[in-house]
């Protein structure tokens, strides 16, 4: 088993930053994918970026390409999501999760989700 936890949402200006974070506990995080995801009001659950183990890849969906960032602490058992020039948008409940090893694209476990909201 593995308990992700959340952390670092809430309310910004469009334009502003926020930095979430998603610890990790109960098993190797250090040698697991992660991903983010976000799930606007009456919105389908949609894929924001993800991070290899290592932390030497990265990708990301086009809506936030250019403006967000993932990054991890293995030694922390932490990843990390900087988002710069927040937009309305972007208002969400953002989830963290952890890639199977087995089924690829898919997600084993997921956070409990932190709001994010952006006003205009």
């Known amino acids: 088993q593995v308990r992700l936890v959340e952390s670092g949402g809430g309310l910004v200006q469009a334009g502003g930053s926020l930095r979430l974070s998603c610890s990790a506990s109960g098993r190797a995080f250090d040698s697991y994918a992660m991903g983010w995801f976000r799930q606007a009001p009456g919105k389908e659950r949609e894929f924001v970026g993800s991070i290899s183990w290592s932390g030497s890849s990265t990708r990301y969906a086009e809506s936030v390409k250019g403006r967000f960032t993932i990054s991890r602490d293995n030694a922390k058992n932490t990843v990390y999501l900087q988002m710069n020039s927040l937009k309305p948008e972007d208002t969400a409940v953002y989830y963290c999760?952890?890639?199977?090893?087995?089924?690829?694209?898919?997600?084993?476990?997921w956070g409990q989700g932190t709001q994010v909201t952006v006003s205009s």
């Open positions: 999760a952890v890639a199977s090893k087995v089924v690829p694209g898919h997600y084993d476990y």
